[in-house]
């Protein structure tokens, strides 16, 4: 395969061949960031308060008490807590429960900052594709010259830059939004961490 088959073959590629990867990149990453605000402002509470609140219950022995108060809260930090003291009234708890409940919880808070990550990521790198195809259009069309030369030469720039342009659009708010999740998961693991260290460590009856 010449050199000449290679430039035919990229630029009778359409700008959507592109342009379509990066709108589906902005759907998903748009989805999970609506999921994931959604997710930590029903998540937020104050734990500590929580904490205090279903200590007093197990000091009284009222487990029932402690359930049901504990179910008015979402979030698998609030499960943990649910899971330890589960465990505590089956006499059944141990290092493992309290391990296993945590890395529950980091992964569900955790859930799709990866997704997220590979977005930011690969979006500039699918405009800047676009835009070297683009390019490669345009010197193409200033190559073989001819009447439509101007106008060729013209399309590809241009199709260059707008392959850029939605490509940076769709990167830099994936790269906010990854940061405020970083933000949100560094704070709630230390959330976690709070919840199991106190419930984990509670003396046996």
Known sequence: MDGRTLIAFFTSWSMWVTIVPIILCSVVSLAI???RIVYYRKINHDYRV???TAINFVKSKNYDAVSSYLQGFAGPVVKIILDILTHRRQ????DGVVLGASRSAIIKIEKNIGIIATIATISPMLGLFGTVTGLLKAFVALYQGG???STL???GVSEALLTT?????VA???WM???YMVSQVDFYVKEVEFVSNVFGTMPEE
């Open 50 to 52: 929580i904490t205090e």
């Open 177 to 179: 939004f990854y940061n």
């Open 147 to 149: 009447p439509d030369a």
């Open 153 to 155: 030469l013209a399309y």
């Open 91 to 94: 006499k059944t708890m141990n």
């Open 33 to 35: 960031i609506i999921e």
């Open 172 to 174: 830099i708010p994936s």
């Open 165 to 169: 342009i939605i490509g940076l659009m």
